[in-house]
């Protein structure tokens, strides 16, 4: 494996576990030890904090990374042992993902590690104290200046107002398939010719990043 899934926070994506259920590399770190229990495909767990969450509060998840940073970077080390480039997904509503996420890809960053952040936006339903933190989260992550994929799971309740369980896993589905898909893109097909280090270099360039597939 060249590439792994890093997932932070409470999500109802769990994309990392989605990822991790096709092949992938995939490892979770959150403050709340029951978010994490039904993620049974992740390769390895971290939990941080008292176990029982930021309640939404971006100020208790920044402390929690300044206390367990070095626990936190030995983590991050197990997934770059054996891969090259990480996939880091969190959500920005949330007091975990939009607190610590940040700061993971500042650490990374720094450290000069490949990276993409995959940042899932807030629900339109969600309180206003979500996009407080989705607003500063971003604000975060945009000064950065590092390579981003953006979720909106407000597509599908655009097209699906009743939208079950089913068809938010569909999606999670297919942002990892299309992902896997591009990876694994054989140089020198029919359909384009890229080699692992180019893609890598696609993956790492600073702005919003776009996945599509089109039809043979």
Do not use: W
Not at 96 to 117: C, D, M, Q, V, Y
Request: a positive charge; proline letters at 3%; hydrophobic letters at 35%.
């Amino acid at each position: 494996n060249k590439y792994f899934f890093l997932r932070r926070g409470q999500t109802e994506n769990n994309i990392a576990d989605k990822a991790a259920e096709i092949g992938f590399k995939a490892f979770g770190i959150n403050s709340s030890e029951r978010d994490l229990e039904p993620l049974t495909h992740l390769n390895d767990k971290l939990i941080v904090g008292t176990t029982s969450g930021c309640a939404k509060d971006r100020n208790i998840g920044k402390t929690i990374f300044e206390t367990e940073k070095e626990k936190i970077r030995s983590f991050l080390e197990k997934g770059y042992n054996e891969n090259q480039h990480c996939f880091l997904v969190f959500s920005l509503g949330g007091g975990t993902g939009s607190s610590i996420g940040p700061l993971i890809a500042k650490e990374l960053k720094e450290r000069n590690k490949s990276f993409t952040a995959v940042v899932i936006h807030a629900y339109n339903q969600e309180s206003g104290r979500a996009f407080y933190n989705e607003f500063n989260a971003l604000k975060e992550i945009y000064s950065l200046s590092i390579p981003i994929i953006s979720l909106d799971n407000n597509k599908i309740i655009e097209h699906s107002p009743n939208a079950t369980k089913g068809k938010y896993d569909s999606f999670n589905y297919s942002f990892v398939k299309r992902t896997k898909a591009f990876l694994e893109k054989i140089e020198g097909s029919k359909n384009g010719n890229m080699d692992e280090m180019e893609k890598r270099k696609l993956l790492s360039v600073p702005g919003l990043i776009k996945i599509t597939v089109s039809k043979p």
